[in-house]
């Protein structure tokens, strides 16, 4: 099995070198990365909690293949190199796995200038007092976060509905989507959930992550993706025929021509 593997190693930096001499425009003094081992954390929050309020949440990571994955990145195409085959997620694959509103095409997520605080933004969210929020924040590193206990417990707990789902939907992005810190919800993942009130689409935002990741842990030979490693997966499957549940390697025709 890895004899296999070494030869698709192999067979995809002749493909990088046929792209480079036909042209292709790659950074000037760029290496080729395609021959070197990459190994991915794919260690992700435990979601049996998250599972036991919503038990139709589906958790599964195929941590073997999402390994397998990570070694085709070709960080200097941004896209994933399968023999002749060049493939990548796009905003519009992400949109329908994800089933996004048409209205929330129109408006992409950018950093506003002026946010509220991590505090406030907590406190609407959650509709907790000033006190309870600042008691519940804490520091990891350079940034802020709220630990997945006490978003947890406000969920169980919530007499507004419409809050209790909130803070739910929070959690899916800090726990699943945005797996920043292990266990606890970062700030940043506040700002862009604050901010889909206002119909902004929070998928190239999910994208540029996923690529930003995977570039991180190639030119690093390690590390932790931190992204949404179950909608990576769920779009190279969809690219794959299944018959009887098992995962045949033939491209549909429609990705070979493109």
């Known amino acids: 099995m890895e004899k296999g593997f070494l030869d698709r190693v192999e067979d995809n ?5 046929m792209q480079r001499e036909k042209g292709d425009s ?3 003094g760029y290496v080729s990365e395609l021959w070197d081992f990459t190994r991915v954390s794919v260690t992700q929050n435990n ?7 919503w038990d139709q949440w589906n958790n599964e990571v195929d941590n073997r293949l999402f390994r397998a994955l990570a070694q085709f990145w070709n960080p200097a195409y941004s896209c994933f190199t399968f023999g002749n085959v060049d493939l990548v997620p796009t905003i519009e694959k992400y949109m329908a796995l994800l089933r996004c509103s048409k209205i929330l095409v129109d408006k992409v997520y950018s950093k506003a200038v002026n946010t509220p605080t991590f505090l406030k933004r907590l406190m609407n969210i959650t509709g907790m007092s000033e006190e309870r929020v600042t008691a519940r924040i804490k520091q990891n590193g350079d940034s802020k976060c709220i630990p ?9 707990a919530h007499p507004n509905t419409r ?3 909130d803070v739910f939907a929070l959690s899916i992005y800090g726990l699943v989507v945005f797996p920043k810190t292990l266990r606890h919800v970062d700030e940043t ?9 206002k119909r902004v689409t929070p998928v190239p935002t999910i994208l540029a992550e996923t690529f930003r990741s995977l570039s991180a842990c190639r030119r690093a030979r390690d590390g932790r993706f931190i992204g949404c490693a179950q909608l990576l997966l769920a779009w190279f499957h969809s690219h794959f025929w299944k018959v009887d549940k098992v995962l045949y390697r033939v491209f549909f025709l429609k990705v070979i021509h493109h």
């Open 13 to 17: 930096a002749a493909a990088e070198l």
């Open 26 to 28: 790659l950074v000037e």
């Open 47 to 53: 979601f049996q909690e998250l599972k036991e309020i």
């Open 148 to 156: 997945w206990k006490n978003l947890k417990d406000l969920i169980l």
């Open 163 to 165: 809050k209790k789902i």
């Open 189 to 197: 993942v506040t700002d862009l959930f604050d901010r889909l009130e």
